[in-house]
């Protein structure tokens, strides 16, 4: 999050919330979008893999499709240029 808020000019956050807490959030989010028939803002799955350091590999799609991957923080950029040209940010 903190790059995120470097990259668009935004605050860092000025604290984190405990992984069980964001879990919690999470689940009730899911519920409240089921509710109104959208999309969750966070997602549980989303929620554990923010909390936690899950180990994925790009192995197979560097050595099958070519993939290469980039510095988060031009990803970051690049999407954040996105949102503005949408008018989302």
Not at 17 to 27: D, E, K, Q
Not at 67 to 80: C, G, H, M, T
């Given at each position: 999050m903190?790059?995120?808020?470097?990259?668009?000019?935004?605050p860092r956050p000025r604290w984190a919330?405990?992984?069980?807490?964001?879990?919690?959030?999470?689940?009730v989010l899911e519920k409240v979008a089921a509710a109104r028939g959208r999309?969750?803002?966070l997602s549980r799955e989303m929620a554990v893999q923010s909390c936690?350091?899950?180990g994925i590999s790009s192995a197979k799609a560097e050595r099958e499709l070519g993939?290469?991957?980039?510095?988060?923080?031009?990803?970051?950029?690049?999407?954040?240029d996105f949102y503005r040209a949408?008018?989302?940010l």
């Open positions: 903190g790059l995120i808020a470097d990259v668009v000019g935004g919330l405990p992984a069980p807490a964001v879990i919690a959030l999470a689940t999309a969750p803002l936690f350091r899950v993939y290469r991957s980039r510095p988060a923080r031009e990803s970051v950029s690049a999407a954040a949408q008018g989302w």
